[in-house]
């Protein structure tokens, strides 16, 4: 009888253990499934301007089809897009923000980010993959077409840049070697024939300062008109 209890406690007791056991490994894993996000609003740290997105775009799009493709669902896609940092992958995490911080739905939280910014490449891209995720669809070939069309586009600013490049490095050349050159014969010749007015600082200040500051605003001006992928 004694012998009798004694092992029907056991049981018990082995059996508690195990729902224990059992709920702790459940935990864990729901614990490593689930998307770790950072404290931030969508306001601050997640903005970006649109060139930076633009720039970006591509490379996530290409990851987040890929991922589709080999059968991940649509919400663990956005969720390893998300882990990159660029300025994308933190503009989809703060779409993911407002899905599981904020409870909004995908369709709500990527209209509210998407209004932000005034871009038609970004609209394009946000529609098909809202069509994807409403509709189900494995097929990725929509938003790999808007991927090439971003690229070709991205291919064509570069090219015309490159050409807008050749004329902006002569007027580079000019202003730091031809000017300052021309500057100092006109000062040494015209100094005995004209009375310019400079003193041996003034030319002193205009070659050491003068052109040098040119130069600097020549190259912050070319900087301005590079594309922001190319930088």
């Not at 995908?106 to 993959?129: P, T």
């Not at 069309?149 to 807008?164: D, S, T």
């Not at 014969?185 to 500051?213: M, Q, R, Y």
Request: charged share 25%; hydrophobic share 45%; with cysteine.
């Amino acid at each position: 009888m004694h012998s009798r209890f004694l092992k029907k406690r056991t049981e018990k007791h082995y059996c508690r253990r195990k729902r224990s056991w059992s709920k702790l490994l459940i935990k864990k894993a729901e614990n490593k499934n689930k998307l770790k996000l950072p404290k931030l609003s969508w306001k601050g740290k997640c903005s970006g301007t649109i060139g930076e997105i633009e720039r970006d775009m591509p490379f996530l799009l290409t990851q987040i089809a890929i991922d589709l493709e080999l059968g991940l669902p649509f919400e663990n896609a956005l969720k390893n897009a998300a882990k990159i940092d660029s300025a994308f992958g933190r503009w989809i995490r703060c779409v993911l923000v407002e899905v599981y911080k904020k409870g909004s739905s995908i369709n709500d939280a990527f209209s509210k980010i998407v209004r932000r910014y005034n871009s038609q490449q970004l609209k394009r891209a946000i529609s098909q993959l809202l069509a994807i995720y409403e509709e189900g669809l494995k097929d990725v070939s929509g938003l790999r077409r808007i991927i090439k069309e971003i690229l070709a586009e991205q291919h064509a600013k570069a090219k015309e840049f490159n050409g807008k490049l050749v004329v902006y490095s002569i007027i580079l050349v000019t202003c730091s070697a031809v000017v300052p050159a021309l500057f100092l014969a006109f000062t040494i010749v015209g100094g005995k024939i004209l009375s310019l007015g400079l003193s041996a600082e003034d030319i002193l200040l205009i070659t050491t300062i003068g052109f040098p500051l040119l130069n600097v605003l020549i190259f912050l001006f070319i900087r301005s008109n590079m594309p922001i992928f190319l930088r």
